[in-house]
């Protein structure tokens, strides 16, 4: 089994519908991270947690909230979804700095459509 | 702020080519380099990486080397593979924040 997953992996919806991405892990890692992923723009940060009861922004948080139900979950909701949030969409798990060696482990991502 | 430059692709190349993919950062401190590779449908993976200056990382046959001097992190292929196709991301970690700052990824074709 993957040791990251995120629901669902395809979603198509309207503009103005509340949409709420999932991700879990299995790795038992505490920090936890959302990405979106457009053409020529590479991977860009939206939230991050270190643990449970931290939750920040990173650089295109507008529009996006997220919530942290446990170590092993993290999900990310788009309040009122319109069509440029249409983009893929990473979730991603690292261990603490002073443990780690930077690295991050990605789940297959979530397409998501507005139209 | 950080950043990471890397080639624009898609770079076109025929099996057992050498490869060459350019990436420089900008950075306070000494960051970790990384390079993630995204086969087609799948989420990211770490392909190498290095932690401090002149670590060679390696993995599949890739290499890159960390060049403080030169603030580079390029990634080569002696003799690439169709199998390579992929698009390639290189990213920068801030010390101690686990945040990374990705570059733009270059798309690698691989035709027999």
């Known amino acids: 089994d993957a040791d990251v997953t995120q629901t669902p992996r395809n979603r198509i919806t309207k503009t103005g519908k509340r949409i709420m991405l999932e991700c879990s892990q299995t790795?038992?890692?505490?920090?936890m991270y959302w990405y979106r992923q457009d053409p020529g723009l590479g991977l860009r940060l939206i939230y991050y947690?270190?643990?449970?009861?931290?939750?920040n922004k990173g650089e295109i948080s507008d529009g996006y909230s997220v919530s942290r139900q446990a170590q092993a979950k993290f999900s990310l909701s788009l309040e009122s979804a319109i069509p440029n949030q249409t983009a893929l969409y990473f979730c991603?798990?690292?261990?603490?700095?002073?443990?780690?060696?930077?690295?991050?482990?990605f789940g297959p991502g979530t397409r998501l459509t507005v139209l | 702020g950080n950043s990471v430059t890397q080639m624009e692709g898609p770079v076109t190349l025929s099996e057992e080519a050498f490869l060459t993919i350019n990436c420089t950062y900008t950075a306070t401190g000494y960051p970790s380099l990384f390079w993630y590779v995204q086969y087609p449908g799948e989420g990211l993976q770490l392909l190498l990486k290095?932690?401090?200056?002149?670590d060679k990382g390696s993995n599949k046959g890739f290499e890159a080397t960390y060049r403080k001097e030169t603030t580079s992190f390029h990634l080569e292929k002696g003799s690439v593979q169709v199998s390579d196709s992929a698009v390639y991301f290189c990213?920068?970690?801030?010390?101690?924040?686990?945040?990374?700052?990705f570059g733009t990824g270059t798309r690698l074709q691989v035709f027999p």
């Open positions: 290095a932690t401090k200056a002149d």
């Open positions: 947690s270190f643990d449970v009861k931290d939750i």
């Open positions: 990213a920068l970690s801030d010390r101690g924040t686990d945040k990374l700052i």
């Open positions: 790795k038992g890692h505490d920090r």
């Open positions: 991603a798990t690292s261990e603490e700095a002073e443990t780690s060696t930077d690295t991050q482990y």
